[in-house]
Nanobody, 124 residues
């Protein structure tokens, strides 16, 4: 499977963005999908994960309910709705895929399939 992320941009603090990640292939629903982000000078960090059916989701604690991950398997797409954005959310956001539904796969080294990243910049 190959991934293509989009939807990033420049937004003011308090604003919203929706990221999309489209996957190629016909077996999208067997992959757990995750979003990570990487700010300049920092390590890539986990943001959210969703299982193949879209029923189970898990988020990083620092999000405080501001982001929502979802997927549409008919469109081979996973989304990240980001609300109440803060300057600290500025980063390149990456989608990643992992075969199966291990909801504890929350470190970047556990993923071998990555999208190219989309830049999110939040101004104060």
């Amino acid at each position: 499977v190959q991934l293509q992320a989009s939807g990033g941009g420049l937004v003011q603090a308090g604003g919203s963005l929706r990221l999309s990640c489209v996957a190629s292939g016909r077996t999208f629903s067997v992959y757990g999908m995750a979003w990570f982000r990487q700010a300049p000078g920092k390590e890539r960090e986990f943001v959210a994960i969703i299982n193949g059916s879209g029923v189970r989701k898990y988020y990083a604690d620092f999000l405080k309910g501001r982001f929502t991950i979802s997927r549409d398997n008919a469109k081979n797409t996973v989304y990240l709705q980001m609300n109440s954005l803060e300057p600290e959310d500025t980063a390149v956001y990456y989608c990643a895929a992992r075969y199966g539904s291990n909801m504890y796969a929350r470190v970047s080294s556990e993923y071998t399939i990555w999208g190219q990243g989309t830049q999110v910049t939040v101004s104060s």
